[in-house]
């Protein structure tokens, strides 16, 4: 079992649309909880971090953690065809090995206008 | 203040090469991580350098090594090329070495080995 599981999709909607990406986890170690967004051949852009459970909203993006369930979540409202792009999750924790990101595989994403 | 920046953009070398990967990190950063991108995968996280010492190791072979420099940029060496090192190399800086840091990544450099 990976330590981060992400459904790699493609996902497909139209413009408009409320997106939900989600990733599951299973150290309990994590703390830190980040999306990424990664355009095609470009790098990883840093969307969201967050801090162990909770919800936290940036301005049409919501990232909501829970850790009983080990189980993280990225809303996107009111989808743009420039939403466009592979959403990565990454985590990391406390402790020894701490430092480094585990990232899940990455969503597809595709916003039709 | 400048983002992180990655040389060369491209590169294509054949099997048994070597190769050397630079970054610049941001200002105000002193940590610089390394990770593969295989194609349709998430990043794979390689080594971290953290004030000019290696801080940390993924599960990458010894012929995978860095550097870091005073200035707090870095480079990635890669001996004895295979064809599976084809990938998107990524190198990510922040402000220290600990996991709640964030990490901010540069483009990438495109190594496609023959």
């Known amino acids: 079992q990976k330590e981060v599981e992400q459904d790699p999709g493609p996902l497909s909607v139209p413009e408009g649309a409320i997106v939900s990406l989600n990733c599951t986890y299973s150290?309990?170690?994590?703390?830190?909880f980040m999306w990424y967004r990664q355009y095609s051949r470009k790098g990883p852009e840093l969307l969201m971090y967050?801090?162990?459970?909770g919800n936290k909203e940036d301005g049409r993006f919501t990232a909501q953690v829970d850790k009983s369930s080990k189980y993280i979540s990225l809303f996107i409202r009111d989808s743009q065809p420039s939403d466009s792009a592979t959403y990565l999750c990454?985590?990391?924790?406390?402790?020894?090995?701490?430092?480094?990101?585990?990232f899940g595989k990455g969503t597809k994403l595709s916003v039709i206008p | 203040e400048t983002g992180v920046t990655q040389s060369p953009t491209h590169l294509i070398k054949t099997r048994g090469q070597q190769v050397t990967l630079r970054c610049s990190s941001q200002s105000g950063h002193n940590t610089v991580s390394w990770y593969q991108q295989a194609l349709g995968q998430g990043p794979q996280f390689i080594f971290q350098?953290?004030?000019?010492?290696?801080?940390g190791r993924g599960n990458f072979p010894p012929r995978f090594s860095g550097l870091q420099f005073p200035n707090y940029s870095s480079e990635l060496n890669v001996n004895a090329l295979e064809l599976d090192d084809s990938a998107l190399y990524l190198c990510a800086s922040s402000r220290g070495a600990s996991g709640y840091n964030e990490q901010f990544f540069g483009p990438g450099t495109r190594l496609t080995v023959l």
């Open positions: 967050t801090y162990s459970s």
């Open positions: 150290n309990s170690a994590f703390q830190y």
């Open positions: 990454a985590m990391s924790g406390t402790g020894a090995g701490s430092y480094q990101l585990t």
């Open positions: 350098y953290y004030r000019e010492e290696e801080n």
